[in-house]
């Protein structure tokens, strides 16, 4: 597959007038229709509207009046982000015939910047009850390898961009639900910094953890989507009232003098990785060091000490706000969401407040490390996506992951791709920044993303 | 990590499903019981061994003029 923009290359060439928002959406709509039957990356294509919206969209370029980076470009929603009049489902059987009465203030903002809404991407049920095959819309299919895993719980968004059935998406990230599929898919995605994209309009995971966030091809991308995104919410009570930086134009400062620490630890002695995330590991490193980075190892308190407090804090919200179903329809949920949930049940109170008091304790950490450092780095996955058929309801309570650490602490981070497996699936780099500091975080990535040959590659379809 | 034997006995977990008000098959009640190895685990590890402050907050924003 070839002749996929971006979309800052996509708004560029609308712009100039080289592309036409309703060729781009064509083209699109075609991969759709030759791949979506082994991909499943949607819950609902709204084929005919996107149609009627890029013809508007070009008319109103063409009468000067273009909005913006955004403006006529193919894009889809995780369906936990409410849609008014069209069904938002959480890939539950639940919510099967929820149609909400009005958009999430993200769904909103990114209307107002232009974007062609697709319609609604696949999900884990309720952003986190996944793989399931016992759920009214199958799982998605990683496109790089069609039994491999998307990774979740954005998984639809991670197969659609991957695919190049739309040039961005949204997701939502709990415990490394941007990040994950991002990596697995070969993606840029980036869990903003808690309180900077507003929650409203999104069906709740687990209130102090969950984070909304951009996915797509390149940082590049992810910046210009963070910028349609971010923003004071008066509707979101956790939403934070700051200025937003000009996300794109601060790509391009380097990272010259910047100082980086690695977490080696995380990922040497905490838990393991694939020699090939290791390697893909020091060629970063490598990779920013030439950019003039001073990078040195750092210690944080033992990745499980994350896992534990972002798993209790997680399952606890998370069945607060399941109980009256889990009471009521309990085997309406798939078995993976049942498996993960319930046990949310017995935890007690003071289990919970334990968990909230560590988190302050691991937050406070982290902040005395990052008062030395400006970023931090480590791998997102702990290998390449797996086969689908391996992966079992426990693996989150198993192995401490990568990414919980930042739901955690609230901490902006981002996923990029750092190489390819043998197998030719995606590997991945996380890059992380003091809160609020999610300009930087974007400017290391694209600055690594332009150093390396990566994002050359597409999945053949 | 291999799955954690549960401390709790299957009978005092029955108490605990009981409580909760959900309405589980014995097969669900069998598999959420080992699951539970895991809950203890990491309560465990939040818990940091009894050694912190009385006074030590929690992390929880809250803010007072929220209308």
Redesign the interface.
């Known amino acids: 597959m070839t002749n996929i923009p971006s979309i800052a290359e996509a708004g560029a060439a609308i712009a100039a007038g080289r592309l036409s928002p309703v060729a781009l959406t064509e083209a699109c709509l075609a991969r759709i229709d030759l791949h979506e039957k082994r991909v499943h990356s949607f819950i609902r294509l709204e084929h005919d509207r996107a149609l009627v919206a890029a013809r508007a969209a070009e008319a109103e370029i063409k009468a000067g009046r273009r909005r913006g980076d955004l403006h006529g470009i193919p894009f889809a929603f995780k369906d936990i982000y409410e849609t008014a009049g069209i069904p938002t489902t959480a890939h539950s059987q639940l919510l099967i015939e929820h149609v909400p009465t009005r958009d999430a203030t993200t769904v909103t903002k990114l209307a107002e910047a232009g974007i062609i809404s697709f319609g609604k991407l696949a999900t884990h049920e309720f952003a986190i009850g996944g793989p399931s095959f016992d759920l009214p819309f199958p799982p998605p299919c990683n496109p790089w390898s069609i039994a491999h895993f998307t990774g979740g719980s954005s998984s639809g968004t991670g197969a659609a961009v991957a695919a190049g059935f739309v040039l961005g998406g949204t997701g939502s990230d709990t415990g490394g639900s941007i990040r994950t599929p991002s990596a697995f898919c070969g993606l840029s995605g980036i869990k903003p910094t808690y309180g900077l994209v507003s929650r409203a309009g999104i069906l709740p995971l687990s209130f102090t953890l969950d984070h909304a966030g951009p996915m797509a091809w390149t940082v590049e991308d992810c910046a210009i989507l963070l910028q349609a995104m971010a923003g004071h919410d008066r509707a979101d009570p956790a939403s934070a009232n700051l200025p937003i930086p000009d996300y794109r134009a601060e790509l391009a400062g380097g990272i010259r003098d910047m100082s980086i620490g690695v977490i080696r630890h995380f990922y040497e002695r905490d838990t393991t990785v694939t020699p090939e995330v290791g390697a893909a590991m020091e060629a970063s490193i490598s990779v920013l060091s030439r950019l003039g980075a001073s990078v040195r190892d750092v210690t944080l308190p033992p990745l499980q000490d994350w896992q534990a407090c972002c798993m209790i804090i997680m399952l606890a919200e998370a069945y607060a706000v399941h109980e009256p179903w889990l009471r009521t329809r309990f085997n309406d949920y798939g078995k993976c969401f049942r498996d993960r949930v319930a046990p949310g049940a017995f935890i007690s109170s003071a289990d919970y407040m334990a968990a909230t008091r560590h988190r302050r304790e691991l937050q406070e950490k982290l902040a005395r490390v990052m008062t030395d450092v400006d970023l931090l780095i480590l791998p997102s996955t702990p290998g390449p996506a797996p086969l689908t058929k391996d992966v079992g309801s426990y693996g989150l309570f198993e192995i401490p992951n990568f990414t919980m650490p930042f739901n955690v602490a609230g901490t902006p981070a981002l996923s990029l791709c750092n190489g390819y497996s043998a197998d030719g699936l995606p590997l991945s780099l996380q890059i992380v920044g003091r809160p609020f500091e999610d300009a930087t975080v974007l400017r290391a990535g694209h600055a690594h993303e332009n150093a390396t040959p990566w994002k050359e590659r597409r999945p053949q379809l | ?1 291999p ?1 954690p034997k549960p401390r709790i006995t299957r009978e005092d ?1 029955d108490a ?2 009981r409580a ?5 098959s014995e097969e ?1 009640k069998n ?2 019981h080992a ?2 190895g ?2 203890e ?3 465990a ?4 061994g009894g050694s ?1 402050s009385r006074s ?6 809250f ?1 007072p003029r ?1 209308t």
Do not use: D, H, K, W
Request: net charge positive; charged share 15%.
């Open positions: 990590m799955t977990f605990l499903v909760s008000g959900l309405t589980l669900q598999e959420l699951a539970y895991y809950i685990v990491m309560s590890r939040v818990r940091a912190r030590a907050e929690p992390a929880i924003i803010n929220a």
